[in-house]
């Protein structure tokens, strides 16, 4: 364990390096959700702690960065019609495992995931982090509550209940849904007898 708390404070400096100290505060509060979580649903806390610290590791680069990337790693090139709050997780990635050093399959995909989230079969890591980012002590949304409660009785419900409401959220902002937002809503809502 003091191995493990000496190289999670390490890649904390790391994070801490990229952020303002505001984001860097809120990853911090989605590690002890994440872990907090991980600790109900028999997931790995060390690992929940790892990724909830490195989720938004590319939140704050410039567009070029990302632009660059999607060109570097041969991704959907419709991505470029996208911005920075569906690349910083889908692409982001790329950067936690090049910069960061992290190869965790499962720990790469809980940042892929955690803001459009993904199908009933997503892996747990990835159900714990994208819980954890819409929970943490900071957050304050109407519903907030609800929400912890119905993910403190079943995380599969809380997953659920995050796709639907930031589905329906976009669309009374009238912002444009990614087609993985939705794709992962209709999922959970076709096979809800099989996860519920
Ligand atoms: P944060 O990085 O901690 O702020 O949290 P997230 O990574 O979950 O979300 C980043 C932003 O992306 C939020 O403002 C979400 O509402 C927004 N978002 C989530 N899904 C979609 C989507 O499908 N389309 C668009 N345009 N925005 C989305
Ligand atoms: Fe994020
Ligand atoms: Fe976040």
């Known amino acids: 364990m003091a191995v493990f708390e000496a190289n999670l404070a390490a890649l904390a400096d790391k994070v801490a390096a990229k952020l303002s100290d505001k984001r860097f505060q809120h990853c911090l509060r989605v590690k002890d959700y994440a872990v907090y979580l991980a600790e109900q649903n028999e997931v790995d806390p060390e690992q929940a702690a790892v990724a909830a610290l490195v989720h938004d ?16 790693q041969g991704l959907d090139p419709d991505l470029k019609n996208w ?9 982001g990635a790329y950067f936690v495992k090049e910069e960061l050093g992290i190869a965790d399959p499962d720990i ?4 892929t995931e955690h803001t459009t989230g993904a199908g009933h079969e997503m892996a747990p890591l990835s159900k714990i982090i994208f819980m ?52 992962a809503y209709n999922d959970w809502a076709l096979n809800q007898s099989t996860w519920s």
């Open 83 to 91: 911005g920075n709050p569906i690349w910083h997780g889908v692409v």
């Open 132 to 183: 954890a980012d819409y929970l943490e002590a900071g957050r304050t949304f109407p519903g907030v509550a609800e929400a912890r409660t119905i993910t403190d009785e079943s995380l599969n419900q809380g997953v659920f209940y995050q796709l639907s409401h930031t589905l329906s959220f976009l669309a009374s902002q009238e912002k444009a849904i990614y087609p993985k937002t939705f794709d």
């Open 57 to 72: 590791y590319a939140k704050e680069r410039p567009d070029a960065d990302f632009l660059a990337m999607i060109d570097q």
């Open 108 to 111: 790469l995909r809980a940042v």
